[in-house]
Each structure stands twice: as structure tokens, then as C-alpha cells.
């Protein structure tokens, strides 16, 4: 084709779009092979159950964000042979082509944040429960249940556990006594406490000391105990607006059933958001919406 006819606008507006197709789809591509490249040298269990939980998500996001402009950079080269100038199909294949890009990435942004978790829970699973082999002696080891995992456990391991804030897993080597706990995150979050070092401080109380007016922003105190060590501490933040008050919630309550082997939760909040959680009895399931219930 004779490009002549085209103003030299058009002629580097075409060649940037299939060159930055190109690059953005390599970049997509090259993003995806070096995550699996990095998971594939991670031969522990428990590192790549780690790597996956931080990573995967995010990289997900990345690839197809790429993907996403390069949509947008694809699309501004259709009829590209006919446009010898701007004119007003240009701007239209330009509002055209941002709609597309930022279609891709947001469809990919929501399957992404609500739709792949529950995928990538059950993956994760498999790794975290994997048999685990005694590095000395080739072993294999057992899990230990919450029952027994206990005395295994520092009495701040214990505390953290005991506010779902961290969750640990006990293996042990029957045949030599040899035990391997492994960290992994907890189902509410608390705060790491400056006194003892475990993740046991809790929100205990929340007073506001000034409320909010027009023109003035309030003053709310969130007053925080260590579960383990009982230290205190007091953080205070700005209130902008003027909040109504919490919708009280039914307390949940659960018959004692012996023959009960795995509890789930589901738990619908306000803003429409759905989590799932196990249990191994209903005990365990009871404290943990008694301690949901104070987490903010």
C-alpha cells in the first residue's frame, strides 16, 4: 500500500498501535511464564502455598491488564487501510477502543477478585495439605488435629490462634519424634502486639471523644488489648462524616452434636460480600462468630 496518501500522523499512529500490541501482549505473555517459572523452582509445600496466596491474584491482575491495552491498541487499527487523516472516525475509533480495553480489564478485574478466590482456595488447600516428608529421614509425617497440636505450640502460638489470626499446622515424624510447624494466615485479622511480638491484639472498645459536625471532623478512639500479654494500647482517627449506627445481628448459637465432623460458615455482610470458613466442630465455629462479630 502507498502511504504516501497518508499524513505522517496517521503512518506513526499505525505502527505505534502494532508495536504496542505486540509489547503488551509479549509483556502479558512474559508476566504469566516467569510466575510459573518462579512457582515451578518452589519445591516446599508450604513456601509455594505462600508464593501462591501473595502472588497469583496479583499477577493474574497484571497479565490481563496487559491484555487489556493491548485490546485497546488492537482496536485502533481497525479500518486503519481507509483513514488517510484524522477526521471523525478517528476519535470514534478512539472512544471505541478505550471502552474495549477497559472492558477486558475490568470483566477480568471482577472474575479476578470474586469469582477466582473460591478457585484458588481449593488450590491452595492442596498444597497446605499435602503429606509432608521428614527432610532427615524420608519419613512420611502425620498431621496433627487442634486437639493435639497444642503442646507443640508456644503459649503465644496458641493465644494467636486462639483470635484467628494466624493458624498453624503440626506434622510430626512418628517413627523419630521430629516435628515441623508451619505459619499460615488466620481467618480475622489482629495486629501484631509491640510487648510480646505475637499477632494477638484486638479492638476491645471504640468511643468517639468528639463528634463530627459541618464543618469539623470528629475524633474516634479504638482501644486495642493483647490477648496474650494484656498489653493496651489507644489509636485515634478522624471521623469525616457522621455514621448511623450498626445493624445488630443475630447471635448465632449451635447444638452440641458429637457426630459432627466439619462445620461451614457462610457469612453475607452488608456491602453484599460473601466469605466461606471450615471448622473441624462447632465449638470452634461459635468462637469464631463470637470473635467476627467484635472484628473490624
Known amino acids: 500500500m502507498d502511504y504516501k496518501e497518508f499524513t505522517p500522523f496517521i503512518v506513526a499512529w499505525n505502527y505505534s498501535m502494532i508495536l504496542g500490541t505486540i509489547v503488551m501482549v509479549a509483556a502479558g505473555?512474559?508476566?504469566?511464564?516467569v510466575y510459573k517459572i518462579r512457582l515451578s523452582a518452589i519445591s516446599d509445600y508450604h513456601r509455594?502455598?505462600?508464593?501462591?496466596?501473595t502472588k497469583e491474584i496479583k499477577t493474574y491482575k497484571l497479565v490481563f491488564y496487559c491484555f487489556g491495552v493491548a485490546t485497546m491498541l488492537a482496536i485502533n487499527l481497525y479500518g486503519k487501510d481507509e483513514m488517510k487523516e484524522v477526521e471523525l472516525w478517528f476519535y470514534t475509533r478512539l472512544f471505541m477502543s478505550i471502552a474495549g480495553g477497559t472492558l477486558v480489564a475490568?470483566?477480568?478485574?471482577?472474575?479476578?477478585?470474586?469469582?477466582?478466590?473460591?478457585?484458588?482456595?481449593?488450590?491452595?488447600?492442596?498444597?497446605?495439605?499435602?503429606?509432608?516428608?521428614?527432610?532427615?529421614?524420608g519419613n512420611k509425617m502425620r498431621l496433627l488435629s487442634e486437639e493435639e497440636e497444642d503442646v507443640h505450640l508456644e503459649e503465644g502460638m496458641q493465644a494467636e490462634e486462639g483470635v484467628f489470626s494466624v493458624d498453624y499446622d503440626?506434622?510430626?515424624?512418628?517413627?523419630?519424634?521430629?516435628?515441623?510447624?508451619?505459619?499460615?494466615p488466620g481467618r480475622?485479622?489482629?495486629?501484631?502486639?509491640?510487648?510480646?511480638?505475637?499477632?494477638?491484639?484486638?479492638?476491645?472498645?471504640?468511643?468517639?471523644?468528639?463528634?463530627?459536625?459541618?464543618?469539623?471532623?470528629?475524633?474516634?478512639?479504638?482501644?486495642y488489648q493483647c490477648n496474650y500479654c494484656k498489653s493496651?494500647?489507644?489509636?485515634?482517627?478522624?471521623?469525616?462524616?457522621?455514621?448511623?449506627?450498626?445493624?445488630?445481628?443475630?447471635?448465632?448459637k449451635f447444638k452440641r452434636n458429637k457426630d459432627v465432623d466439619l462445620v461451614k460458615v457462610e457469612i453475607h455482610t452488608v456491602s453484599g460480600e460473601k466469605k466461606h470458613?471450615?471448622?473441624?466442630?462447632?465449638?470452634?465455629?461459635q468462637r469464631f462468630l463470637s470473635e467476627y462479630d467484635t472484628a473490624r
Request: charged letters at 30%.
Open 29 to 33: 505473555i512474559i508476566i504469566y511464564l
Open 48 to 53: 509455594k502455598y505462600d508464593f501462591i496466596n
Open 106 to 137: 475490568y470483566v477480568s478485574y471482577l472474575v479476578l477478585e470474586y469469582y477466582y478466590p473460591s478457585k484458588l482456595d481449593k488450590k491452595l488447600k492442596r498444597y497446605r495439605y499435602a503429606p509432608r516428608i521428614n527432610p532427615k529421614t
Open 170 to 184: 503440626v506434622w510430626i515424624d512418628e517413627k523419630t519424634g521430629d516435628v515441623k510447624i508451619e505459619k499460615y
Open 188 to 223: 480475622l485479622q489482629a495486629l501484631r502486639c509491640n510487648t510480646c511480638g505475637f499477632y494477638t491484639m484486638r479492638i476491645v472498645k471504640e468511643e468517639i471523644t468528639r463528634q463530627p459536625t459541618a464543618t469539623e471532623p470528629g475524633e474516634l478512639v479504638k482501644h
Open 232 to 252: 493496651v494500647r489507644a489509636t485515634a482517627f478522624n471521623i469525616s462524616t457522621k455514621q448511623a449506627d450498626d445493624y445488630k445481628r443475630e447471635k448465632f
Open 277 to 285: 470458613f471450615e471448622f473441624q466442630n462447632m465449638e470452634e465455629a
